[in-house]
């Protein structure tokens, strides 16, 4: 199936170098990020925008532009295309009246997370690997469990012990090996660079330590622009952890820009921290091209406590190339626009999502965003994940109560 991917190889994202994409690959010789890279002329010649329309709403539908070489490799659980939701209410109470929301909620495993997993796994088990290991901060462990069940592999799994706990429960019902670290994402990663040196088959597919979550990851960037007819939006908002989610929305729109399939300049990207986890937020302040390790990282939106990201300079320039801006919002404020958010439209969305939501009143009342644009929040997860940030005390009422 000559056709099924236009991938040609992989560069290292510090030197430019090429390397093979057909080999397994972790990191460059640099210890980077590799990035895959596909023949964009062939890629046009073969698909355009009307053919896409075409095909299955899910992430395969941008096939050409992924990794996987043979279909017959593709693992799916019906990822992708999850709906571009217009928040008038809400958009109109912050100011922001072309306010939308790109919902990840609704993707299977409840998480965004499920995009990188099911281009991950498919590409991981098309070269052979039998097994997968990483840490997590919870999201990314449950979704690669699940898609390494329905692939056949082994999943290996460290995630901290305050990492949200249905996390757990999904990566224990799919069957993998879990273990909760007393520590941070960081030491989590340790144990398993540690562990898959043991394991032959076993691939370490850490947070950009492999090419292809990032692929998954991108086709958010595809979808909202076909979901806006081809056009980008003026801004999007990211809640950024390790970065992979904007870094790879960047990668898309360059990417579509190349192929002419999207006009215009590049939206602003906005990459959306914590308070108490802000690497990347100080570096953008500071002028640093690498992100400012903070001395007790901690939030309720635990799945961007990332104090140490590997793509952090890639984040870096994603905002900076595009005019983009890094703005970290409190916990306060961002569990305030959770529940705001819910009342005004009906949507229950996960602290890391609610980051983005914040950060649009912020940057409306700054002046940042004038109010005109097109902005698009990246919702990550559901709210059902995190049922611990919605307080619940109400009265139990006796049987026959009236009210
Ligand atoms: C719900 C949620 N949002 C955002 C992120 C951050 O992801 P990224 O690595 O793309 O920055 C995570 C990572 O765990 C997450 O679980």
């Not at 809400?90 to 939308?100: D, E, K, M, T």
């Not at 330590?209 to 007819?229: A, C, N, S, W």
């Not at 921290?273 to 690497?279: I, L, S, T, V």
Request: glycine share 12%.
């Amino acid at each position: 199936m000559p056709s099924y991917s236009t991938l040609s190889h992989l560069d290292c994202s510090r030197d430019g170098s090429r390397h093979d994409a057909d080999a397994v690959q972790g990191t460059s010789p640099l210890g980077a990020p590799l990035l895959a890279r596909y023949d964009l002329d062939r890629a046009a010649r073969l698909v355009g925008p009307a053919q896409i329309a075409t095909r299955a709403p899910d992430l395969w539908r941008y096939h050409e532009l992924l990794p996987v070489r043979d279909e017959r490799h593709v693992v799916t659980l019906g990822e992708g295309m999850t709906p571009l939701l217009d928040l008038p209410r809400h958009g109109a109470r912050l100011g922001v009246p072309r306010l939308r929301m790109k919902d990840e909620g609704l993707v299977p495993t409840g998480a965004f997370k499920a995009r990188g997993a099911a281009v991950g796994v498919s590409r991981a088990a098309e070269l052979g690997v039998t097994g997968i290991a990483m840490p997590t901060n919870g999201n990314a462990g449950a979704a690669w469990a699940c898609y390494a069940a329905r692939a056949g592999m082994s999943a290996l799994i460290a995630m901290p012990v305050d990492a949200p706990v249905i996390t757990r429960r999904e990566c224990v019902v799919a069957g993998a090996e879990l273990y909760l670290v007393d520590g941070l994402i960081g030491d989590a990663g340790a144990i398993v660079a540690d562990a898959v040196t043991r394991r032959p088959g076993v691939q370490d597919t850490s947070t950009l330590r492999e090419p292809y979550r990032l692929e998954g990851k991108k086709t958010m960037g595809y979808e909202i622009v076909e979901q806006l007819g081809w056009r980008a939006p003026d801004v999007i908002l990211y809640p950024t952890g390790g970065g992979v989610g904007i870094i790879a929305i960047h990668k898309a729109l360059q990417e579509m820009a190349e192929l002419g399939w999207m006009r215009g300049p590049l939206p602003r990207l906005v990459a959306v921290q914590a308070a108490g986890c802000a690497p990347i937020v100080d570096a953008f302040d500071a002028g640093l091209d690498a992100g400012v390790t903070p001395a007790d990282p901690r939030t309720v939106a635990f799945g961007i406590t990332v104090p140490k990201a590997l793509g952090d300079f890639l984040v870096l320039d994603a905002v900076r190339a595009t005019g983009g801006t890094a703005l970290a919002v409190t916990d306060d404020e961002l569990l305030a626009a959770q529940g705001a958010l819910a009342r005004d439209e009906g949507t229950w969305i996960c602290p890391e999502g609610a980051a983005c939501m914040a950060a649009v009143g912020r940057l409306r009342e700054s002046g940042w965003l004038d109010g005109t644009e097109d902005v698009v929040v990246l919702n990550t997860g559901s709210g059902l994940i995190y049922p611990d940030t919605v307080p619940v005390d109400v009265p139990t009422l006796p049987r026959g109560a009236r009210l």
